[in-house]
């Protein structure tokens, strides 16, 4: 009776948890809303790592032929006279030889669309082989009071047609130009005493220089007219009969620190790598005894036997050791001198005093003295 009673009582605590729990779930069922919301979290895949890929894009949907290189690497193929190539970075991994490379492909026809580092006035630190040479740069200008945070886009008049563009500059990054500057500009994009674009006539080719290449970047090539005006960039090759493609290198992208020091720093590079390697050869483990190059101090016999006479008296076994020293001594005699187990004991000491030229004293204390004392007379 005492087990069913216990049965009874437990299912009526798994009925009562039963109910609390569906309880507790129609409650959260009635008072939760559920709602489906979509977050943007950016982009992902090659618009992550390519800011300008919507232009790619874009530029293709067009049917201009756009791609992405890489300039200066062993297996790029130079642009010909006919493509435009854009360059978003700033140009502080190019080197002298390579803006000289890019200059002469202008000089022969291309047309280079570029930026600069806007640096602040009378800053000599920054080089720019390209602009400098020029006489132009990108500079900052920002009125006193005035709001960066709430830009309004530039008003572009659009020759021979009936509308305005609006492009979205970077209001604070201007052009300047040198007193040195003397070249054929073929037009400019100024607002408010603010100078934003300027193509330059250089050789057979041309130079577009912008304040910043924000506007074509993923997030901002859908804003205002910055997409049309991308466009119209890409097809200003008016003098080629062939139509060009558009090329764009995220150089400073590509560009490692090691690649960037083998570009500028080769010598550093180098002696870099020596130390290195002879660092590490200085630190590996050596496996096995080191050879000692040293020559060996070789020592007398006569140090080994008060080495081991030193050794056996301290370990008691000077008795039983000299027995067996002199017995084997006197078997020696014995077989080279038979004569020798008849002498005297006089006679033997004055025998093995002619033969070793020792003293007699000296050998009757070695074969026949039993008391010894001190190690020293062991040992001798």
């Known amino acids: 009776m005492a087990v069913i009673k216990n049965n009874n009582s437990n299912l009526i ?44 894009y874009f530029l293709r949907k067009m049917g201009q032929d756009a791609e992405e290189i890489k300039l200066f690497s062993t297996n790029a193929k130079a642009p010909s006279e006919s493509d435009t190539v854009l360059i978003p970075g700033d140009r502080t991994a190019f080197n002298r030889r390579q803006s000289d490379e890019l ?25 720019d082989f390209l602009l400098d040479p020029l006489g132009i740069h990108i500079g900052w200008k920002v009125v006193e009071g005035e709001d960066v945070d709430r830009e309004q886009p530039v008003s572009v008049d659009i020759e021979d047609e009936d509308y305005f563009w609006l492009i979205d500059f970077v209001d604070y990054q201007v052009i300047e130009v040198n007193s040195s500057f003397d070249q054929h500009v073929l037009w400019t994009i100024e607002d408010n005493d603010r100078i934003h674009a300027v193509q330059l006539e250089i050789g057979s080719g041309r130079i577009t220089l912008l304040s910043d290449m924000r506007i074509f970047r993923n997030e901002y090539i859908d804003k205002y007219n910055h997409a049309e005006f991308l466009y119209s960039l890409s097809n200003d090759q008016l003098r080629h009969s062939t139509t060009g493609r558009f090329l764009y ?3 400073e992208d590509h560009m490692s620190l090691l690649e960037w020091l ?34 060996p101090v070789r020592r007398r016999f006569m140090d080994h036997l008060v080495a081991s006479g030193n050794y056996h008296w301290r370990m008691g076994h000077y008795s039983r ?28 000491i004055a025998q093995l005093s002619e033969l070793s030229g ?22 001798k």
């Not at 959260?28 to 809303?33: C, E, G, H, K, T």
């Not at 720093?265 to 190059?293: D, E, H, Q, T």
């Not at 000296?362 to 008391?371: G, P, V």
């Open 13 to 56: 605590g798994y009925i009562l948890l039963a109910a609390v729990i569906a309880g507790l779930s129609w409650l959260a069922y009635s008072r939760l809303d559920y709602r489906i919301e979509e977050v943007d979290k950016g982009f992902s895949g090659e618009a992550l790592r390519n800011p300008y890929l919507a232009a790619e």
């Open 103 to 127: 200059m002469e492909w202008v000089k022969s026809g291309g047309h280079l669309i570029i930026t600069g580092r806007a640096n602040k006035v009378d800053d000599k630190a920054a080089r």
């Open 249 to 251: 290198s995220l150089f």
């Open 262 to 295: 083998n570009e500028n720093a080769k010598p550093l590079v180098y002696i870099s790598f020596i130390l290195i390697v002879f660092s590490l050869w200085m630190i590996v483990p050596r496996f096995g005894p080191i050879i000692n190059i040293r020559r």
């Open 321 to 348: 050791l000299l027995l067996s020293v002199r017995k084997q001594l006197s078997n020696q005699i014995q077989s080279r001198f038979p004569e020798w187990i008849n002498l005297s004991r006089t006679d033997q």
């Open 358 to 379: 020792m003293q007699s004293s000296s050998i009757e204390n070695a074969l026949f003295d039993t008391n010894i004392e001190r190690v020293e007379h062991f040992v």
